[in-house]
T-cell receptor, first 118, second 114 residues
Framework: AQTVTQSQPEMSVQEAETVTLSCTYD???????LFWYKQPPSRQMILVIR??????QNATENRFSVNFQKAAKSFSLKISDSQLGDAAMYFC???????????????FGKGTKLTVNP | EAQVTQNPRYLITVTGKKLTVTCSQN?????MSWYRQDPGLGLRQIYY???????DKGDVPEGYKVSRKEKRNFPLILESPSPNQTSLYFC?????????????FGAGTRLSVL
């Protein structure tokens, strides 16, 4: 079974600075997707960024980028120019790809609570 | 607007009183799923459905039931709720016709069982 580990229960960053959230995962599959979800105090689950395992290029979405190290099974999220609105719980998640039988289940890490200090 | 709608958003009940949390999506998605979120545990899958009348257990199905009579609806049923089912529940849906699909989440239901 796949597992996702977020080793930082809490992180803090100064406004306008850069912060990196860590995520490692364990799988024997070769085809999969990785995600970062943001959960603000409203509790809504918001997709931040997605990475396909077969792509070597790291995904980016505006101020959010990932460092995907497939061999190390590491998938960290970098937030640049942090803003007060970035304060939230962040979840890393794994999903098997179509080549693995198409399971849609998301396997989540336990989350990292990010505080942004003004 | 594409959305997953859960009701109610908040619910307080007592042990043993049957309840249903509804979930509806307007995107014609085949796949629907329920997750529960607990502090320090992240989200864990309860049940999922690949299409109408096709449901299966996730990682934590004990104490829950689901049904999928219509494509758009996927209710979560707690026939005899217990305090350990106090949690934040999310419904999600996605298309099985698109390989690079994403899951859309509802706004969550905060359940307290006294």
């Amino acid at each position: 079974a796949q597992t996702v580990t977020q080793s930082q229960p809490e992180m803090s960053v100064q406004e306008a600075e850069t912060v990196t959230l860590s995520c490692t995962y364990d799988t024997s599959e070769s085809d999969y997707y990785l995600f970062w979800y943001k959960q603000p105090p409203s509790r809504q689950m918001i997709l931040v960024i997605r990475q396909e395992a077969y792509k070597q290029q790291n995904a980016t979405e505006n101020r959010f980028s990932v460092n995907f190290q497939k061999a190390a099974k590491s998938f960290s999220l970098k937030i640049s120019d942090s803003q007060l609105g970035d304060a939230a719980m962040y979840f890393c998640a794994y999903r098997s790809g179509p080549a693995q039988g198409g399971s849609e289940k998301l396997v989540f890490g336990k989350g990292t609570k990010l505080t942004v200090n003004p | 607007e594409a959305q997953v709608t859960q009701n109610p958003r908040y619910l307080i009940t007592v042990t043993g009183k049957k309840l249903t949390v509804t979930c509806s999506q307007n995107m014609n998605h085949e796949y629907m799923s329920w997750y529960r979120q607990d502090p320090g545990l992240g989200l864990r899958q309860i049940y999922y459905s690949m299409n109408v009348e096709v449901t299966d257990k996730g990682d934590v199905p004990e104490g829950y039931k689901v049904s999928r009579k219509e494509k758009r609806n996927f209710p979560l049923i707690l026939e005899s709720p217990s305090p350990n089912q106090t949690s934040l529940y999310f419904c999600a849906s996605s298309s099985l016709r698109v390989s690079k699909n994403i899951q859309y989440f509802g706004a969550g239901t905060r359940l307290s069982v006294l």
